[in-house]
């Protein structure tokens, strides 16, 4: 009897080892086909509101960069009578700066996703979470109480969109010399990429978002995304125009 006993137990314990290794290697499975974005502002493409129009409407059109990539920063205005869809409120100050006229400025809220007005957004200023084309991350909200609470979690300053367009414009000129230098390096590896991945190009460009609509519809270098893609397009864009 006592030996039937110690059977039944190593029988079910050998089923519980089991069992447990095949979940977790189930698991593994599920985790490595799963297309998550790591970048913390990032939502799957199919979750992003895209308001502009275009070939290079996935593009920042300041900097290039891929806008879902940097979702949760996003902000949209008319410029001059033309949605745009910027990656961060660098980009919207930039276009602001630029002499355009910029209405209707819209933000992604970080509760829904969806776009409000920004003028009604509470935004925490200086969280822990990363800035996008800043060193001071800036995020938006529908109601007070939820930007509070992310405030409570991560840090930061729950203010209106005035104030923070302020230190954005504050900020905005110390912030553009080291985009720039970052650019510049990013632009040096595009050349190499360019030179050994890509099919040449004789095509100015009047943008980086514009070069890497190109690259992509016209399959220059196939297979090219993410960094590889954003320093191509810098390249492409400084020194094809």
Known sequence: MKKLIALLVTSLLLASSYALAEGMHMQKGMQ?????????????FAKATILQDGEAR?????????????YKTNHAAKVDGKMNQFCSMHCLVEAMQSGAKVEDIQVVDNSTLKFIPAEKAFYVVGSSKPGTMSKVSKY?????EAAQKFAKEFGGKVMSFDEALKIAKEDFAKEQKMIAMRQAKAAQKGAMIYKNKCKKVDKEFNSVAEAKAYIKNNNICPNLKGKALQAVGLYLYKNKK
């Open 32 to 44: 490595k086909g799963m297309k998550m974005p790591k970048r913390y502002q990032a939502v799957p």
């Open 140 to 144: 938006a909200f529908g109601t007070k």
């Open 58 to 70: 996935l593009f920042c059109p300041k900097c290039g960069m891929t806008l879902p990539m940097f």
